[in-house]
């Protein structure tokens, strides 16, 4: 299957460039720079504790406090900077920028985009995956917390966001209706430091080393020009391997995701929009060390996040938001023994459920607020020989819990 993705991907460019492209149709661009500064307000209410770093029910509730990059403080301010800087006719300059208490200081696009033709490019530097339809840079979206977990938690940082690498696209109009867009890119966050700790989200230990992060992925876009709807087929696969310098360790964990995403917006009139989304997630991992007892010999993940968003345009200055989102994970891990691996199937597993609400309103074409109401409800555990393993009663069972968070966000954009 990877190899069929990449195949697909590698060929549509080189399809394209064998045409005749007209570059007397590249208008000139005009510089676009949109730098958006707010503040957040939040209140969160729930009963759950995290029992251990291993069983957190109160963090798997993905709320706005859940595992931030920086100390959690309310209110805290957000900053996003979405630039576009025209060099010449053909070549253009990207940025796209935030720093908030979630993710940090992150740069998920700096980056130059040469137009070879009308319908092909080229973008090199730190480049944005465009894996999945996450709106953290759209001007007009209602929402502080986007509702996707892809979007918007840091446990999904390698699956959004962007990294050092070189991406080919095109933009096509296939007949009247339809136009399609496609791109294909390589990337390795290890490039310059850029994300030096990324490695998906089982940890091998405390004081682990990347050594090896490297990626590859392509996207599909089909968009119908009359209905305006869109569909979007995206795959992302990652290569990671990781040093464990402890000495009571002294291991090298090996890692492989896959990604495969999947969704279609719906235009349903003038005012409101309905998307609905699938995220796929496959990981395996397998480890050797010195010290074998302190390694999981071999795991296999897999999560699944379903989706559903409305927005409704109800004035040109109003924007209501509703979500539902349905997140699960398990987890199966092998031993290795005499008669093979053997599997225990049932090693760990997470349902969690998101409702959310919100409304956007524009005072002026600068200032807006947003308000954001979200619901979760979550259930995690380990099976006997997992609790066993992390030195508590074997029948230790489900830790469930619930939560919500009302949110408040006030906005100045500069542009």
Avoid at 55 to 81: C, G, M, V
Avoid at 264 to 274: D, E, I, S, T, Y
Avoid at 319 to 348: C, E, K
Wanted: with cysteine; proline share 4%; hydrophobic share 40%.
């Amino acid at each position: 299957m990877k190899k069929t993705f990449t195949l697909i991907f590698l060929w549509i460019p080189l399809l394209v460039s064998a045409q005749a492209f007209s570059l007397a149709s590249l208008s000139d661009q005009k510089a676009a720079w949109n730098i958006e500064v707010g503040e957040d307000f939040w209140h969160i209410k729930t009963a759950a504790t995290d029992v251990r770093a291993e069983i957190q029910p109160r963090s798997f509730l993905f709320l706005p406090d859940a595992s931030p990059k920086w100390a959690y403080k309310n209110p805290h301010t957000e900053i996003k900077i979405v630039g576009m800087e025209p060099i010449t006719q053909y070549l253009r300059f990207n940025i796209k920028f935030k720093a908030n208490q979630e993710f940090g200081a992150k740069l998920d696009e700096l980056a130059l985009d040469y137009a070879i033709s009308p319908s092909w490019g080229l973008r090199a530097g730190v480049v944005d995956y465009k894996t999945t339809w996450c709106q953290t840079y759209d001007a007009d979206s209602p929402w502080i917390v986007a509702p996707t977990l892809a979007c918007s938690s840091s446990m999904f940082v390698d699956t959004s966001g962007g990294a050092p690498g070189v991406q080919s696209y095109v933009n096509l109009d296939l007949n009247a209706t339809y136009n399609l867009q496609a791109l294909v890119g390589v990337y390795n966050p290890l490039v310059l430091n850029y994300a030096s700790d990324e490695f998906a989200q089982w940890i091998p230990s405390p004081q682990y080393q990347v050594k090896k992060n490297n990626k590859v992925g392509g996207s599909l876009n089909l968009f119908n020009t009359w209905t305006g709807t869109e569909y979007r087929l995206s795959w992302l696969h990652s290569q990671q391997s990781a040093y464990s310098p402890e000495s009571d360790f002294l291991g090298t964990t090996n890692q492989s995701t896959d990604l495969i995403y999947a969704g279609v917006n719906f235009a349903l009139n003038g005012q409101a929009q309905l998307q609905l989304t699938r995220t796929q997630q496959y990981l395996s991992n397998d480890c050797t060390a010195v010290y074998q007892s302190k390694c999981d010999d071999h795991l296999k993940d897999t999560r699944s996040t379903n989706t559903l968003k409305l927005l409704y345009h109800f004035t040109n200055k109003d924007v209501l938001g509703a979500s539902f989102s349905r997140h699960q994970i398990r987890s199966q891990l092998g031993t290795n023994a005499a008669s093979g691996i053997q599997w225990d199937s049932d090693f760990y597993r997470e349902h969690h459920n998101g409702w959310g609400v919100a409304w956007r309103h524009e005072w002026t074409p600068q200032v807006f607020t947003a308000v954001q109401l979200q619901l979760a409800d979550q259930s995690l555990g380990y099976s006997s020989n997992g609790y066993i393993g992390l030195k508590l009663p074997a029948n230790s069972g489900i830790y469930a819990s619930s939560g919500s968070a009302l949110g408040v966000r006030l906005a100045y954009r500069f542009n």
